[in-house]
């Protein structure tokens, strides 16, 4: 057998005349305007990296107006107030916590920030956060409550330890904080959450106290959420 039909007959003979006929039929493709088809994203083009616009927020009923029961921050006469409803032990609601300050900040005498309870069945700190907090207000009125509200957050659930940085009477304090005095106030700020549409936490109402007209704003979102649905309402 002579040389050529031996290279014939040799597997890897095939194999490298087939290799060879691809590079070459790739390199003419390629002089004839051909190729590979990319990707829809060509290289050198535009991409869009703009965050999608949130849908506006959806709105709430039922919403119990702003009164001298509720704990009010900032100006209690304002024509947006933003109500939270919260739970001590929530970390979104400690996430979400600066956010409402920093809204505050923003919009002054125009927004205040109301906290309503809504602790959670399953955060074992929730419900005696939030009889503590009552009996903070009791002894020390609202600007305590506030007072309270950030130490819980902050530095968690060493109520007794809270009490005294505020200044109120421990004895006292512990003496409420103990008893369930406060707890059909607690429920009924729950349930009414509930009613408006509130189902997790922070539940958060922006409302216009002088249409009564409130949009619900779910969870802990970033501050241009609030701005975007406070703006809406004004």
């Known amino acids: 057998m002579d040389d ?5 007959n040799n597997p890897w003979f095939g194999l490298s005349m087939g290799l060879l006929g691809l590079i070459v039929g790739f390199a003419l493709a390629s002089a ?7 990707p829809s994203r060509q290289l050198g083009q535009a991409v869009d ?14 919403v119990p107006p702003v009164t ?22 929530c970390p979104f609601c400690q996430r979400h916590h600066p956010t ?3 809204l505050l900040e923003e919009y002054g005498d125009d927004v205040n920030w109301v906290y309503r309870h809504f602790p959670l069945a399953f955060h074992a700190n929730a419900m005696p956060a939030a009889r503590a907090s009552e ?10 409550f506030w007072q309270f509200a950030d130490l819980t957050f902050e530095n968690g659930f060493d109520f007794a330890a809270h009490a005294e940085t505020i200044g109120v009477d421990k004895t006292t304090f512990e003496k409420c904080q103990q008893s369930d005095k406060y707890d059909d106030f607690i429920n009924a700020q729950m349930a009414a959450g509930s009613s408006a549409g509130v189902n997790g936490t922070p539940g958060n109402i922006v409302l216009n106290n002088e249409t009564g007209e409130a949009k619900i704003v779910s969870g802990a979102q970033p ?11 004004r």
């Open 4 to 8: 050529m039909n031996m290279q014939r």
């Open 32 to 38: 004839f305007g051909g190729g590979l088809a990319l």
């Open 49 to 62: 990296d703009t965050v999608p616009t949130a849908p506006p927020a959806p709105p709430a009923e039922d």
């Open 68 to 89: 001298d029961e509720d704990h009010v921050r900032g100006n209690r006469d304002a024509k947006i107030s933003v109500i939270e409803y919260s739970d001590f032990e």
């Open 100 to 102: 409402m300050v920093q």
């Open 135 to 144: 009996c903070i207000t009791e002894l020390g009125g609202n600007d305590a």
């Open 223 to 233: 501050l241009s959420s609030f701005t975007a649905a406070i703006d809406a309402l």
